[in-house]
T-cell receptor
């Protein structure tokens, strides 16, 4: 299995909703990442988990809460988002700090 | 932190011609330089990468060159085809023993004119 799987593919939520994005990989990668990508912009790093521990949090607002239940799963919990948080949220994984493999992303719209 | 500059932002070439995209980086500790291709509505996909102990790497029509002294690296696509149309991102990272993620350039929209 050489895939990073993300669900859902699309998500529309109101500013008072709570939702979660999910990511899964079975490649034995020990680093997993959340990136945010706005249209026509590069991916921006949000969080990094290394060996299931949060190693990087790029000053992301607390309305985004990551979770790594085990080495294969990565979640991003969303609460009280703002319309400007609408973007493509990409999960990625890597064996080392190289060759990131991206999931197909969740296109999030906040109304 | 690392800063990656990428040029041009848009590149239009005739089908069959070559395309060159250039990036510079700021952190001399960076030692890994991948290139990603992203088609509209799809995920970024790794197309080629190079480590700092190598000056050039080629994979069929795609090649990457690295000048570590000048801190710049370039993507070369020869015999361009319509399916090469996409946004291309360069990136840089270093292996400090942890997972720091990649720092991306702003991207180049490559347009292949038939």
């Amino acid at each position: 299995d050489t895939e990073v799987t993300q669900t859902p593919k699309h998500l529309v939520m109101g500013m008072t909703n709570k939702k979660s994005l999910k990511c899964e990989q079975h490649m034995g990668h020990r680093a997993m990442y959340w990136y945010k990508q706005k249209a026509k912009k590069p991916p921006e790093l949000m969080f990094v988990y290394s060996y299931e521990k949060l190693s990087i949090n790029e000053s992301v607002p607390s309305r985004f809460s990551p979770e790594c239940p085990n080495s294969s799963l990565l979640n991003l919990h969303l609460h009280a988002l703002q319309p400007e948080d609408s973007a493509l949220y990409l999960c990625a994984s890597s064996l080392t700090n190289e060759k990131l493999f991206f999931g197909s992303g969740t296109q999030l719209s906040v109304l | 932190g690392e800063n990656v500059e990428q040029h041009p932002s848009t590149l239009s070439v005739q089908e069959g011609d070559s395309a060159v995209i250039k990036c510079t980086y700021s952190d001399s500790a960076s030692n890994y330089f991948p290139w990603y291709k992203q088609e509209l509505g799809k995920r970024p996909q790794l197309i080629i990468d190079i480590r700092s102990n190598v000056g050039e790497k080629k994979d069929q029509r795609i090649a990457v060159t690295l000048n570590k002294t000048a801190k710049h690296f370039s993507l070369h696509i020869t015999e361009t085809q319509p399916e090469d149309s996409a946004v291309y991102f360069c990136a840089a990272s270093n292996d400090r023993g942890g997972a720091d993620g990649l720092t991306f350039g702003k991207g180049t929209h490559l347009i292949i004119q038939p």
